[in-house]
């Protein structure tokens, strides 16, 4: 390979990585916020969304508004009604606490946030506050008159969910403020369960014969999304308040005057709180605050570092994410020995079947811990994880505990070695159908479409909005529809009556809740909705590996309907004529690898190959999908606008047993999704209104975001994530900062949403 083809071949890699670690972020940011299920320790998170924001900063063209770095965990579900908040509910960015290393310090993370603050205020020494890091659940509490108005989630950021009736049950939280109050006071921090408590709920359910919760980070989000506010006022939860958004009343000009506010409304807030000033006396600060945080009865997974002075935090504004003016400082998780008893399988919704250590169990950071994430067989291998084993566990972020390595020295001749499809006998241990592991990749999963253990997250999978948008049948109906057997595949709910539906019990035999008539009616009415979705849509519903809404939206570009995709020359082509091109390059005399072959023969070749090439591509160029044309080193490029991996994944997709069982399903249900944005010919002269325009978004807008960036596509033009020049227009909706600043520095105009809107209008001009 010569210079050439390889800085070729390791960009592609790049790209495709950076796009499957923006696939595995985005799941596990839903089975964390939104599923309270994460798959993956806080560790592991961190590396991949760090190992993210670097290909990033190298390659800022791969960065769209999807991307994990530009987007607030989301914690919207179904069933619950949506609340837009006043200000944005941002996230926070995270420092590290690393390992001892020649030459570093364990803590240089934190004094380079604390460095860049100085820089932006042109201040040697900011008075900053550090306080606990609550592992929780994020909150907002608006009174209004002095009465608890509403509760909601953090959400998207710009929506939450309505959690009112739960949070009204948590004895913490004030339902009628002292006389005085502020008009609007709106409070925002974490519920969560103190640790003893947590230990208590999980031995009373041990006691009834129920499953365990994981953490108490998982049973606090579960317990806050109950439909039934009896069951949540059983649970131990607490609220302890953090921070504030919307405020009419008397000006708050730091930390001080917040906390004598809260103690004056006699609302709970996070303590301690301590102050410091200059960079040594930050890192002291925080380090104390590791001694401190063991003994405060609840969990935490680090110190929040935040400006004291409310108007310097104005001035620093904040990112599409997360303030400029605060950081989360992640300590360095507790480590303890102890005994691998066994290992289980859970099979996930995509079908991944995945080992868990069963453990003896250990007290770490304040809970109990009997079991861990093993990730995957890989993993196992490369640790050499035997049963038996003494192994060092830790709870990366204090959360999900994980195994970091075995005790060598403590193994025994007892120890067994481990291997997944042995240990399942090849099958999924949930259904009984083959398992498979695809090429190049570690997870084993189950083949089954049908398999049960995927089918509720399946479901609910299904229904969501950035899928189907189908009206109440996530979460606990999905549940519910599949512990009673009424359906086993997704596609099964569009068989459902609305009698079936509206007897369905959400609850127990001893306290059951029936879903209900107008809910029926509701969830039927988007189920015939749904049905004449664009392809798109159904695309991203059917959860096949590596293609999310944007990857969908481009395929369904080069497809009329479902049908054409199922059977595509276009994608057999695609990858085709990369395996061709990939060989033509590889015979380049130029490269030094083909030095000292005979040129007659390497040119005889490359000839053939590029006959076949021009002969494969030419319908696909004149519509104007592809270019292969040399680019001036005697090579050849491919442009492929779905990727080389999403189109391996689509073609192996509709090749398997789960793709022909939706083919068989949608024929017998007489579904055909049609594509709202194909092209029949690219290369012709018309052309969208927004076409060869690049617009960014930023405030909140009455579209939906991803909505909006599909019209735009729709009527030909790019959304992009982040201002640069070549941006042509900012949409500002209400709020945004920086991207406004940035764009007022660029002379970017800037427009609003309607605005756009008439710009997306066809003209009559010929």
Known sequence: MDLFEYADRKETDERERYEELCRVVRRNNELYYAKATPEITDAEYDRLYREIEEIEARHPEYKTAESPTQRVGNDLTEGFAK??????????????????????????????????????????????????????????????????????????????????????TIKSVPQQLPPGAPNTLEVRGEIYMPSAEFDALNAQRDAEGLPAFANPRNATAGSIKLLDTAEVARRPLRFLAHGMGAYNGEPLHNMDDYERLLTDMQIPYNKPILHARGADEVRAVVKEMDRIRHDLGFGTDGAVIKLNDFARRDELGATARAPRWAAAFKYLPEQKETKLLGITVQVGRTGVLTPVAELQPTLISGSTVSRATLHNQDEIARKDIRIGDTVLIEKAGEIIPSVVKVIEAKRTAEAQPYSLPDAVGGVCPSCGAPISQEEGQVAWRCTNFACPAQAVTRTSYFCSRTALDIENLGGVVAEALVNTGLIHTPLELFRLTREELGTLNLGTSEEPRRFGEKNAAKAVDSLEKARMLPLERWITAFGISSIGSVTAREVAKYHRDLLELADSDYLRTLVKLENDISDYNRLNPES???????????????????????????????????????????????????????????????????????????????????????VENM????????????????????????????????????????????????????????????????????????????????????
């Open 592 to 678: 030094r690898a083909n030095k000292g072959k005979e040129k007659a023969d390497l040119e005889s070749r490359r000839a053939e190959l590029l006959d076949g090439i021009r002969q494969t591509a030419a319908p696909y160029t004149a519509r104007g999908y592809l270019s292969t044309e040399p680019d001036g080193r005697n090579k050849l490029r491919l442009v492929n606008p779905i990727g080389s991996v999403s189109c391996r994944k689509l073609l192996a997709y509709w090749e398997s047993a789960a793709g022909q069982h939706v083919l068989t399903a949608l024929r017998e249900l007489g579904i055909n999704p049609v594509s709202d944005c194909y």
């Open 83 to 168: 609340i837009k908040h006043p200000t944005p509910m941002l996230s926070i960015d995270d420092v590290f606490e690393h390992k001892p290393a020649p030459g570093h310090e364990t803590d240089e993370e934190l004094t380079d946030f604390y460095e860049r603050l100085c820089q932006a205020l042109g201040d040697d020494e900011p008075h900053v506050v550090v306080e606990p890091k609550i592992d929780g659940c994020a909150v907002t509490l608006m009174y209004r008159e002095g009465k608890l108005a509403y509760a909601a989630t953090r959400g998207d950021g710009s929506v939450g969910d309505d959690i009112t009736a739960n949070v009204r």
């Open 683 to 766: 290369s012709s002269e018309t052309q969208g209104t927004l076409t060869g325009l690049t617009f960014v978004l930023t405030g909140s807008l009455s579209i939906p975001r991803d909505e909006m960036e599909r019209r735009i596509a729709a009527a030909g033009g790019k959304a992009a994530g982040s201002v640069t020049k070549k941006t042509n227009y900012l949409v500002a909706g209400e709020g945004g900062g920086s991207k406004r600043d940035k764009a007022v520095k660029l002379n970017i105009p800037i427009i609003d949403e309607a605005t756009l809107l008439r710009m997306m209008q066809p003209t009559d001009e010929p």
